[in-house]
């Protein structure tokens, strides 16, 4: 499939050039001589020029006006700040980024309740796993991009994303000048973090080279709580703990991309040719996802995954008819070997001790794993934009996604038999997702809409373990389904927008939830979409003022509901995915920011949630209960304060410091527990039992604070950032301790800037 694609993308870009030349070469009729016009009217009577006014809205701009919800995040003024993505993407109304507490575990995002899956990740328009494991948000360098999306129930034509909840699009930098940039991050828990980042244009031949690498290195032996079982009759009570540090919690990243492109040729605006070459490798003391304290009594000491990503993208783009119109192809071929091992017959407890050898292979699953997978990913992104009228634009795009899967696992991939490596049986998946929208502006740009129609489109093949013993066999199955969406925005004063959106949104099932992993999670090819409503209503309004005395406040309503929810559903001794639940998700946040001064700056924003499921369709007369994993409540203040020549002349310094609240939450499903939103614990209650944080708390506080002094001569900075600063307790999935009190210290010069 993959060499059919190659081809009819050399096709397009070849079409594209053609065209673009025959437009070049076509004959011109002469000229007559010019000749010098002169119109005085304008001097006689004022004598003085008209003055011309130019109306051009910046990239922020834009967003705000937008008929979507989004938020954006402007990442060029924290280069220099220490510190990771996830810390940034937790401070933005209604999201909260959680994982398993190490740097590299993965990492659950929850937008405006919905979770998961149900929210897609890219880079520039491509689906973030593409590029591997070293582009999980939590590595990936903030030195690399401009900005981060966040897209907020409706998503844009553009994006091409099969997503429930929303979308969150890393948007790489677009340097125009020679520049070469490198930084350098030091923290806690033997943690290290490097990039450099380098541009050269050579303007006469219309070429410019890149290249962006970065390596991340941690220890990520942080001490957490570990107990044992107090007694069968206290289910998961943890008694006896002691503090204890993280054993055989490594992590290896580092990521290559270099690109080579060129710029405003006849037959092209810009081709760039792209390879990235990333590794991820760390070592697993306990499986992902999984508590680490309270069910089991042992700690994986050998096991580890490892994956290398080798990937390659080609970007054509070329504008037509003065810009009217303008095409856009991106052509995207990675290759990504996966290794997951764990053969050891060693065992050990908790606290790292060696325990007596059972005879058995495998720290994690009875006899082992020795899994040694290969995937082949193709991606096709095709964009059409074309500007009908002034204020009328359709937009056409499709993505292609395809990949195959093959490996070997001769202890863990057998089926019970012993007979077939279920590995070894090609699985594929293809996906087409097309969306055509029309946009129009009325009345000065003050009204604008956005309607569109999409196709959900997936194919697959693969073996089928579902169902009894011996009912494996290889099938292949089809699905699609049709979404659309509105968008609205009307701006009655350049200081407010009111928007309101709807979309029809779709999620396909992914791989994982299709094929399984054979010894754990079984097949399931009669796996259908997920589907989901979602409405969303915005105000926002912005002062005159952009320095001392700027204001700025937005609320917005949001409400979600998913049919035909994935799910996984756990059964001894297999677990499989099926459709499942209803879910619904409604709520409010909002955001604020005032500037009392030119040097401070005070920002805020707050969601309340209210997210259930209902299994009515399953048990007869069940109720709407409680979701597990949802904080109903997430807040975050900020205070900032900004100085020029405080230290030296010619530098500014910055002060800053944050607060993030994250308010209690069951972590089983249902009403367990039955308490209110701030109802206190009664006396003999154990939290433990149903309530993370289980110590009493309310919810969990994290500070931070920090600082930035950023010079000119040398154009350098260096910054000193303090983490959970008070040590509190802090937990994500379940009892899934995250890291304590972490000190980072950033070093970033820009070592040549040529304009």
Same mark, same amino acid.
């Given at each position: 499939m ?8 050399g096709?397009?870009?070849l ?8 437009a $070049?070469e076509?004959p011109?009729k002469e000229e ?9 009217s304008?001097v006689r ?6 003055e011309?006014n130019i109306?051009?809205k910046?990239v922020?701009r ?11 995040i402007?990442?060029?003024a ?6 990771n ?6 401070r933005?109304?209604?999201v909260?980024?959680r994982?398993d507490?190490?740097?590299? #575990? ?8 919905l ?8 880079? #520039?328009g ?17 030195n690399?991009?401009d900005?981060?999306?966040?897209y ?5 034509v553009?994006l091409?994303a ?8 890393f ?10 940039e490198?930084?350098?991050?030091l923290g806690?828990?033997?943690?290290h ?5 380098a541009?050269?244009p050579f303007?006469?031949?219309?070429l410019y ?5 970065a ?10 709580d ?10 998961l ?9 993280f054993?055989?919690?490594r992590?290896?990243?580092p990521l290559?991309?270099?690109y080579l492109?060129?710029k405003d040729?006849?037959w092209a605006d810009?081709l760039r040719?792209t390879?990235l070459g990333s590794?991820?490798y760390?070592? %697993?003391p306990?499986?992902?996802?999984m ?7 042992m700690?994986a000491?050998?096991t /580890? +995954?490892?994956?290398r990503?080798f990937? $390659?993208?080609l970007?054509h ?11 856009g192809n991106? %052509?995207?071929y ?5 290794? /997951? ?6 065992k050990? @407890? ?5 325990q ?5 292979r495998?720290?994690?699953?009875y006899?082992g794993n020795?899994?040694q997978?290969?995937y ?7 964009n ?8 009328h ?6 993505i292609y996604t ?6 070997t696992?001769s202890?863990?991939g057998l +089926?019970k038999?012993g007979?077939l ?6 699985s594929?998946y293809?996906k087409?997702?097309s969306?055509?929208g029309?946009r129009s ?6 009204l604008?809409? %956005?309607?569109?129609v999409k196709?959900y489109? &997936?194919?697959?093949?693969?073996y089928s ?11 292949s199955?089809s699905t699609?389904?049709w ?10 004063t350049?200081?407010w927008?009111m ?5 029809y949104?779709?999620? &396909?099932?992914?791989d994982?939830?299709v /094929?399984?992993?054979?010894y ?8 259908k979409?997920?589907?989901?409503h979602?409405?969303n /209503?915005q105000?926002?309004?912005?002062s005159?003022a ?9 609320a917005?309503?949001f409400?979600?509901?998913t049919?035909a ?6 059964d ?6 099926t ?19 030119k040097?401070l700056?005070?920002s805020?924003n ?7 499921? #209902? ?12 979701l597990?994993d949802q ?12 100085f020029?020549?405080l230290l030296q002349k ?5 002060f800053?410091?944050y ?6 939450? @069951?972590w089983?499903n ?6 209110g ?8 209650y154990?939290p433990q ?10 919810? $969990?506080?994290?500070y ?13 900075s260096?910054?000193?950032q ?5 040590? $509190? ?5 379940f009892?899934m ?6 000190i ?6 820009e ?5």
């Amino acid at each position: 499939m993959g060499k059919p694609l190659l081809n009819v993308m050399g096709l397009l870009i070849l079409v594209t050039a053609c065209c673009s030349a025959l437009a $070049q070469e076509r004959p011109k009729k002469e000229e007559e001589p010019k000749k010098k016009v002169s119109d005085t009217s304008g001097v006689r009577k004022n004598n003085k020029l008209k003055e011309v006014n130019i109306k051009a809205k910046t990239v922020i701009r834009e967003f705000k006006d937008s008929p979507l919800p989004v938020e954006m995040i402007d990442l060029k003024a924290v280069h220099g700040q220490s510190g990771n993505l996830v810390e940034l993407l937790n401070r933005v109304p209604g999201v909260k980024l959680r994982g398993d507490g190490a740097l590299g #575990d993965p990492i659950n995002i929850n937008l405006n309740g919905l979770s998961g899956k149900a929210i897609a990740l890219f880079k #520039d328009g491509i689906p973030l796993s593409f590029y591997g494991h070293s582009f999980e948000p939590s590595l990936i360098p903030s030195n690399m991009l401009d900005r981060i999306e966040v897209y907020k129930g409706a998503l844009p034509v553009s994006l091409g994303a099969d997503a429930l909840g929303g979308a969150i699009n890393f948007v790489s930098r677009s340097p125009t000048s020679t520049n070469l940039e490198a930084s350098y991050e030091l923290g806690s828990f033997n943690t290290h973090r490097a990039t450099i980042n380098a541009y050269l244009p050579f303007k006469r031949q219309g070429l410019y080279l890149g290249i962006n690498a970065a390596y991340t290195y941690s220890d990520n032996n942080y001490k957490r709580d570990v107990g044992w079982m107090a007694g069968e009759d206290k289910g998961l009570i943890l008694d006896n703990t002691v503090r204890s540090s993280f054993r055989n919690n490594r992590l290896k990243a580092p990521l290559a991309e270099v690109y080579l492109g060129v710029k405003d040729k006849s037959w092209a605006d810009d081709l760039r040719f792209t390879i990235l070459g990333s590794q991820f490798y760390k070592r %697993l003391p306990q499986l992902p996802g999984m508590p680490s304290n309270g069910l089991s009594d042992m700690t994986a000491m050998h096991t /580890f +995954t490892n994956d290398r990503t080798f990937s $390659q993208l080609l970007k054509h783009d070329k504008s037509f008819f003065s810009g009217k119109l303008k095409v856009g192809n991106v %052509l995207g071929y990675s290759r990504i070997r996966s290794t /997951f091992l764990d053969t050891s017959i060693q065992k050990y @407890n908790r606290f790292g001790e060696l325990q007596p050898e059972n005879g058995n292979r495998g720290e994690f699953f009875y006899n082992g794993n020795a899994l040694q997978l290969k995937y082949n990913f193709y991606t096709w992104r095709f964009n059409v934009v074309y500007d009908l009228f002034p204020n009328h634009q359709f937009q056409l795009n499709h993505i292609y996604t395809h990949y195959d899967r093959l490996g070997t696992d001769s202890l863990g991939g057998l +089926t019970k038999n012993g007979k077939l490596d279920l590995y070894t049986v090609p699985s594929k998946y293809v996906k087409h997702i097309s969306a055509l929208g029309f946009r129009s502006r009325f009345w000065d740009e003050k009204l604008e809409n %956005l309607i569109a129609v999409k196709r959900y489109q &997936m194919k697959t093949s693969g073996y089928s373990t579902i169902g009894r013993s011996g009912s494996e066999r290889i099938v292949s199955d089809s699905t699609g389904t049709w979404g659309w969406m509105e968008g609205i925005s009307f701006r009655p004063t350049p200081r407010w927008v009111m928007k309101a959106s709807y979309e029809y949104a779709v999620r &396909m099932p992914d791989d994982f939830e299709v /094929f399984g992993d054979s010894y754990n999670v079984k097949s399931n090819f009669g796996i259908k979409p997920e589907k989901s409503h979602n409405y969303n /209503f915005q105000v926002q309004y912005s002062s005159r003022a952009k320095m001392a005395g700027a204001f700025n406040i937005s609320a917005n309503y949001f409400s979600r509901q998913t049919n035909a929810r994935i799910m996984l559903v756990r059964d001894i001794p297999y677990s499989y995915y099926t459709n499942r639940t209803v879910v619904t998700s409604k709520g409010l946040e909002m955001d604020l920011m005032y500037k009392p001064f030119k040097f401070l700056m005070l920002s805020g924003n707050g969601t309340y949630m209210d997210v259930k499921q #209902d299994l009515s369709l399953e048990i007869p007369g069940d109720k709407p209960s409680k979701l597990a994993d949802q904080p109903p409540i997430l807040a975050n203040l900020q205070l900032r304060l900004m100085f020029d020549n405080l230290l030296q002349k010619k530098s500014r310094t910055e002060f800053y410091g944050y607060w993030n609240y994250t308010h209690r939450f @069951n972590w089983m499903n249902g009403d367990a527990g039955n308490l209110g939103l701030f109802e206190p614990y009664p006396k003999d209650y154990n939290p433990q039992l149903f309530w993370v944080p289980g110590d009493r708390r309310l919810g $969990q506080q994290n500070y931070t604070a920090g600082m930035i002094h950023y010079l000119e001569n040398p154009k350098c900075s260096i910054s000193l950032q303090v983490n959970n600063l008070t040590q $509190q307790k802090l937990y994500d999935n379940f009892y899934m301790e995250r890291p304590g009190r972490a000190i980072t210290v950033k070093l970033r010069w820009e070592l040549s800037t040529i304009k």
